[in-house]
């Protein structure tokens, strides 16, 4: 099937004008989600965050470092878990959220500029159902390899 093919350029042409707007702002394409997701769960574990937006916690880890250092988050051990790290917003993150919202609106204007309504919102529901999917069986996986046992559906 080629329309994973074609979602796959989509993200990538993505990159390219997300990179080209967050630059000046001292972020990357791969960074605003980190940003966002921070900001609107302060005092996330790292952990939990790689899940909540599907990447490998060895990624976070190196995205939110390069976060800290740019001043993004800050990052510090849990009081009652030194196990778990905490990450936290700096007010530069908060000031980035309308920035990274307006670019990823301006986005998806030029992507469907030119669509009927009635093919946006079919593409819409047609897109969530995918990443609802998608969401499923990458959970399958994560409980595959903890050996979750009558936890997989």
């Known amino acids: ?21 967050f630059e000046k702002y001292g972020f990357s394409c ?6 966002l997701s921070v900001c609107d769960n302060p005092g996330i574990a790292q952990d939990k965050l790689a899940k ?4 490998h916690k060895s990624n976070a880890a190196r995205q939110l470092a390069a976060l800290e250092e740019k001043g993004f988050v800050t990052r510090a051990p849990d009081p009652d878990d030194k196990r778990i790290l905490r990450v936290y917003p700096t007010e ?21 500029e030119g669509l009927p309504e009635e093919e946006i919102a079919l593409l819409e529901s047609t897109m969530q159902l995918l990443a609802d999917k998608s969401r499923k069986i990458a959970e399958q996986l994560e409980c595959t390899e903890r050996d979750c046992g009558d936890r997989r559906e």
């Open 1 to 21: 099937m080629s329309f994973m093919r074609d979602i796959a350029i989509c993200w990538r042409c993505a990159n390219l004008y997300r990179a080209s707007r």
């Open 92 to 112: 530069k993150a908060f000031d980035a959220v309308p920035i990274i919202k307006e670019v990823l609106s301006d986005y998806n204007s030029l992507l469907l």
């Open 52 to 55: 909540t937006i599907y990447v």
């Open 30 to 35: 791969y960074q605003y989600t980190y940003i």
